[in-house]
């Protein structure tokens, strides 16, 4: 991505579109907004229109997609045949609490009541990539959860790790 600063055209690094990684520390505003950093934003693509889909996350936290990955989600999900009960209830606790949220010219999209309970959020947040998706975390929870990541087996990590070329 180019941006000119006064004449002069710079070039910002950003990994591949909607590719999402580092931890950023920012606060939930009174109306239930927070920033989507800047790094984040310019990696998301343009076909996405600047929104994403905020949900749930199988954690505590919210996940956040960029528009056109939720909408391959949405056509996984439509895959699954409702005449089974554990697909029923997959796809009704995924898409339930699923919201389009375009960022607005400050930055920071709206997060809904429901997910912000469901994530334990008060004031702090911490924005955290995860390749595909981002994921808003409250610091106490995530630290807490980080803990106890500590007791996973160090052979489970091993054997992820020898899936992954690096």
């Known amino acids: 991505m180019w941006v000119v600063v006064g004449n002069i055209p710079f070039k910002i690094m950003t990994l591949t579109n909607n590719t999402f990684t580092g931890e950023f520390a920012y606060s939930l505003d009174s109306k239930g907004r927070v920033n989507v950093p800047a790094k984040f934003r310019q990696s998301l693509s343009d076909d996405n229109e600047g929104t994403f889909v905020i949900a749930r996350g199988m954690d505590p936290?919210?996940?956040?997609?960029?528009?056109?990955?939720?909408?391959?989600?949405?056509?996984?999900?439509?895959?699954?045949?409702?005449?089974?009960?554990?697909?029923?209830?997959?796809?009704?606790?995924?898409?339930?609490?699923?919201?389009?949220?375009?960022?607005?010219?400050?930055?920071?999209i709206t997060l809904t009541p429901s997910l912000i309970e469901y994530a334990g959020?008060?004031?702090?947040?911490?924005?955290?990539?995860?390749?595909?998706?981002?994921?808003?975390?409250?610091?106490?929870?995530?630290?807490?959860?980080?803990?106890?990541?500590?007791?996973?087996?160090?052979?489970?990590?091993?054997e992820l790790a020898e899936k992954i070329t690096l």
Do not use: H
């Not at 936290?61 to 005449?83: A, D, G, K, T």
């Not at 959860?145 to 007791?151: I, S, T, V, Y």
């Open 121 to 158: 959020l008060e004031k702090d947040a911490l924005i955290v990539g995860m390749i595909n998706k981002i994921e808003i975390w409250d610091p106490t929870i995530l630290s807490e959860m980080d803990k106890q990541n500590l007791e996973i087996d160090p052979a489970a990590y091993d």
């Open 61 to 108: 936290c919210i996940w956040v997609y960029p528009l056109i990955q939720w909408q391959e989600i949405e056509s996984n999900l439509r895959n699954l045949s409702s005449l089974s009960k554990i697909n029923r209830t997959f796809v009704r606790n995924t898409a339930r609490y699923a919201s389009p949220s375009t960022y607005d010219k400050q930055g920071r």
